[in-house]
């Protein structure tokens, strides 16, 4: 659990500029997940990949966000151009045995 | 798609009491019902979980009790304590498709 990093931890920007967050995983964890949480709601699923590959980005907003995960380790996620809607903070979780660890976020703020 | 669905939104209980959070799921096929505490700035944390195989499971203070016939389960927390005072997500998934879906949370304070 404690091998889930995520950067920076904080971020400030202005609508209609671009951001990216960074999560490196535990080592050996093949899944790994981007996470959205808006302030008092639980975790939304934005994308969920299988070493390199795209398992499920059903809910993520392809107009603006996108993500990759090259060699199925390290993974990114961007958003160009945040929109005010997009504050919140975007968790990183990988998972071992059926159980899904989280990174400690990053929270995004957008003016 | 996974509806889940969470109360009570906040609890007050005093400390030494216990503490009851439920939450009810809509997909039948769901298999997997993992519950996390979260502080306040800090990372959901994974507090217990319970596969659709038991209908029971403790560990220590907390256990989690699963009704699939009603599509419901719920967390339990006895002799509570200061530090137990958080936000609760409980959230759902289904063998072969492990995405996560949340509940809407719980906040959890306990009185001294």
């Known amino acids: 659990e404690a091998g889930v990093a995520q950067s920076p931890r904080y971020k400030i920007i202005e609508k209609r500029q671009s951001v990216a967050f960074w999560c490196n995983p535990i080592s050996g964890h093949a899944t790994l997940y981007w996470y959205q949480q808006i302030l008092g709601q639980g975790p939304k699923l934005l994308i969920q990949?299988?070493?390199?590959?795209?398992?499920?980005d059903s809910q993520l907003p392809k107009d603006r966000f996108s993500a990759e995960r090259l060699k199925g380790v390290d993974s990114t996620l961007k958003i160009q151009p945040a929109k005010l809607e997009d504050s919140a903070v975007y968790l990183c979780?990988?998972?071992?045995?059926?159980?899904?660890?989280f990174g400690p976020g990053t929270r995004l703020t957008v003016l | 798609g996974e509806n889940v669905e969470q109360h009570p939104s906040t609890l007050s209980v005093q400390e030494g009491d216990s503490a009851v959070i439920k939450c009810t799921y809509s997909?039948?096929?769901?298999?997997?019902f993992p519950w996390y505490k979260q502080e306040l700035g800090k990372r959901p944390q994974l507090i217990i979980d319970?596969?659709?195989?038991?209908g029971e499971k403790k560990d220590q203070r907390i256990a989690v009790t699963l009704n699939k016939t009603a599509k419901h389960f719920s967390l339990h927390i006895t002799e509570t304590q200061p530090e137990d005072s958080a936000v609760y997500f409980c959230?759902?998934?289904?063998?072969?498709?492990?995405?996560?879906?949340f509940g809407t949370g719980t906040r959890l304070t306990i009185i001294p």
């Open positions: 319970i596969r659709s195989n038991v």
């Open positions: 990949f299988q070493n390199n590959g795209v398992v499920d």
């Open positions: 997909d039948s096929a769901s298999n997997y």
């Open positions: 979780a990988t998972q071992t045995s059926g159980r899904q660890f």
């Open positions: 959230a759902a998934s289904s063998f072969g498709n492990e995405k996560l879906t």
